[in-house]
């Protein structure tokens, strides 16, 4: 094997594990849970060490969700009190200690382990990597979602559009071209229907280190039963490792050395000074 691609990816959505001390107030069925986070993320972006670092969570969305600001308490902020069905999360949502203790515990060591793999010298670009629903659950006249929605929070194009871009146009819009080669003419959207979250936003720039943050759409991979194990079985992992395939072959086509692709080069728009959780 030869080095590993010089690639960060995160995987913030994938996690399932319900801590034992919550499971007397954590309400929501295993489906709603699956639905709710990024299904099977862990397995699908999972490349071992031929990826220079992999940073997943183990904690299902639901309970925190890494990819929000830190004091974001909304009710589909950082911990989440409704699902995308409008069921509750908690039999009582946890306050105080017990609010700051899930924070301490769950999301700070994500973002350490973050900066941590940023500290890496070799490393030029980070990826944080999610799933997306075939369709808006909101809105049903929404049009369809692409096969692929890459953002560093800024217009359709991949340019700035009111606050700092997490990565320049020119890396969205040649992974764009990468992914197209692979899966088809107009599968990938820029910005649409996703900006880009919390994660690329904190994590971009950091030593000019590009981030932009993959949305897949779950139509590729997903089985049409209703009912969805939590991991996936030997026919799913069959299609979800052809996939794979696909993926790292863009992942490995990717100008790693482009000097286009330094945050260090965009001054005109820079990033602000991101706050380190």
Partial sequence: MGKPLPLI???PHGGMHVPKELTDSYLPSLQETLTDGDLWTRYLFDFGDFIAHTVAADIPRLIVDL??????FRPDGVVKQITLRLNP???TFPHGDALKHLLQTYYDPYYDKLHHATNDQNVKIGIDCHSMLPSDP???NALKRPLFCLSNRGNASGEYEGEPLSCPAELLVDFKEILEESFGKDTVLLNAPFQGGQIIKTMGGLRNIPWFQLEINRKLYE???KA???QPTATERRKLDALK???FHCLSNIAFENPLYSTALHTEKPLK?????
């Fill in 228 to 230: 969805k194990p939590v």
């Fill in 89 to 91: 999360v908690w039999k």
């Fill in 138 to 140: 909101f809105d049903k």
């Fill in 223 to 225: 089985p049409d039963r």
């Fill in 245 to 247: 395939g696909k993926l």
């Fill in 9 to 11: 990816l995160s995987i």
């Fill in 67 to 72: 990819n929000r600001d830190k004091s974001d």
């Fill in 273 to 277: 000074k991101p706050i380190i959780p």
